[in-house]
């Protein structure tokens, strides 16, 4: 599918513009801010499937694009830490297409410091046994106004809100054997006791019954509630895949009558289990956390690999080629870039442990893969080298606007994949993965470009190479990528 596109002018599609102003290629303009992209994803998103009816239910026409707290937080984000990246998340990635504001794990967490200890973990639960905000840390949810403050807080920046959960009822509630809100049920009906997430120990796993359907209604009545836009599902994914619990959430979520998109966590996703994702789901998981390496000492890890590393999740994005379309979205997981601290999900506060070269190759590959791109670094640090990766005009409109997009070619450690653009344009990208550098002869050949008149500029080098006939070979630095945009 193709979409977003916004036409300027009489004749066509006009230019991109480099950095010095001097319209250059391709011939239509690439997303003078996404904001205006999105909304002709949507309209064009809306004719394209009003033939068969979904124009109304489809959610995510395009990849999901946001911020997330775990990658500089981990469980530890405070309301006003939220604030201040929401701030710099409106003003300088909002205009390029970042809409979500996504607070991750344990925000119900009197002290998240604690985590090592899980039995003095101190949780903040209504009676009715689903998790509050935790006062100390999120003020404004006092007088059982949970997240809704800090929803309409994010909403008046333009942006939308997410929220992460672990699947399940939480332990204490089943303890209590609470009432379960809007029914008949109480909390013992509805817990497995023989079903815990392996690593998370705050809740029990969720029968698949009507007692279990009834927890799951009431939870996302009170997201709804809030003004929930996002829900990072944890520990149903994978380790162990929760196929049941997935379809009583979706369920739920129908039932609120709000579009929240629904990610799940963490990978490898089955790709046997690819139809009921996405029958249920909108973005999930295709290997376990990326973090910010290139590949793990003495490492030649599968997507099951914690944690997973850039090298490795070439061949694992690849295999999901095929799942990729509007409203289903296998994930890449964040980008772990920039400034991960101050108490980041793993490992001490630090820079990315990547270098430029690697990072370019990350975002590369996630956008000619059509990945969610959700940013992980603490955005109040956000410096321009990060800043210039995140808003490329052109990368984001490959990852927003793309179809087709496809591995290749792999040959040893130079991997290509192209992607089909609108208007008849097409992306192309070169890898190398080589600890050297690697030269590339007849490089749009090997790409199954033919003919000699459309014109190539390389996105990340900011130059027009003339035509096809011109670029005769390609440099590519050990880890790095070449980028290329391929006009009509």
């Not at 801010?33 to 309209?43: A, C, E, Q, T």
């Not at 820079?351 to 000619?368: F, I, P, Y």
């Not at 990852?399 to 653009?421: F, K, N, P, Y």
Request: proline share 5%; with cysteine; charged share 20%.
């Amino acid at each position: 599918m193709t979409a977003g596109r916004e036409r300027l002018d009489g004749q066509g599609w006009t230019g991109a513009r480099r950095r010095d102003n001097l319209v250059t290629m391709p011939k239509f303009k690439l997303l003078c801010g996404l904001s205006v992209l999105r909304g002709w994803v949507l309209v064009f998103g809306f004719f394209l499937c009003a033939g068969t009816g979904l124009a109304a239910t489809i959610l995510a026409l395009a990849p999901p694009m946001g911020w997330n707290s775990w990658d500089c937080y981990g469980l530890t984000i405070t309301e006003a830490q939220f604030r201040a990246n929401v701030k710099v998340e409106a003003a300088a990635l909002r205009p390029s297409g970042y809409r979500y504001a996504v607070v991750d794990e344990g925000w119900y967490l009197a002290n998240p410091e604690s985590a090592s200890r899980p039995e003095s973990l101190e949780y903040r639960m209504d009676g009715n046994g689903r998790y509050q905000p935790a006062l100390n840390r999120f003020a404004s949810a006092e007088g059982g106004a949970g997240f809704g403050p800090v929803a309409e807080f994010v909403h008046a920046q333009g942006l939308k809100f997410g929220i992460h959960i672990i699947r399940g009822i939480p332990k204490q509630a089943v303890t209590a054997n609470l009432a379960i809100a809007g029914s008949g049920f109480h909390a013992g009906d509805v817990a497995d006791r023989n079903d815990t997430c392996p690593w998370n120990p705050d809740n029990y796993g969720v029968k698949d019954n009507a007692a279990g359907q009834a927890w799951y209604d009431a939870l996302l009545r009170q997201y709804a509630d809030w003004g929930v836009d996002y829900i990072k599902v944890d520990c149903i994914a994978s380790h162990p895949y929760k196929g049941a619990e997935i379809g009583m959430i979706h369920r739920a979520i129908a039932k609120t009558g709000r579009p929240i998109v629904l990610s799940l966590s963490p990978g490898p996703a089955p790709l046997e289990e690819a139809r009921e994702l996405g029958a249920n789901a909108q973005v999930w998981r295709v290997s376990d956390d990326v973090w910010d390496f290139w590949q793990r000492s003495g490492s030649e890890a599968g997507a099951g690999e914690f944690p997973q590393s850039v090298k490795n999740q070439f061949a694992v994005i690849a295999s999901w080629n095929r799942e990729v379309r509007p409203g289903n979205w296998p994930d890449a997981d964040m980008l772990p870039l920039g400034r991960l601290g101050p108490a980041p999900g793993y490992g001490r506060a630090r820079a990315t442990r990547l270098t430029h070269d690697e990072q370019r190759t990350l975002v590369t590959l996630w956008s000619m893969a059509r990945s969610p791109l959700f940013f992980g670094g603490n955005l109040t640090e956000l410096d321009d080298w990060t800043k210039g990766l995140l808003t490329n005009r052109e990368v984001v409109a490959i990852d927003q606007l793309a179809s087709e997009s496809r591995e290749i070619s792999r040959m040893g450690d130079l991997v290509v994949w192209t992607a089909d653009l609108p208007g008849g344009e097409r992306a192309v990208a070169f890898f190398n993965l080589n600890d050297l550098s690697q030269g590339v002869d007849n490089p749009m050949g090997l790409a199954g470009f033919s003919g000699e008149s459309r014109r190539v500029r390389d996105v990340w080098g900011e130059r027009d190479l003339g035509r096809l006939r011109d670029v005769k070979s390609l440099k590519i630095e050990p880890h790095g990528c070449v980028l290329l945009w391929v006009g009509r």
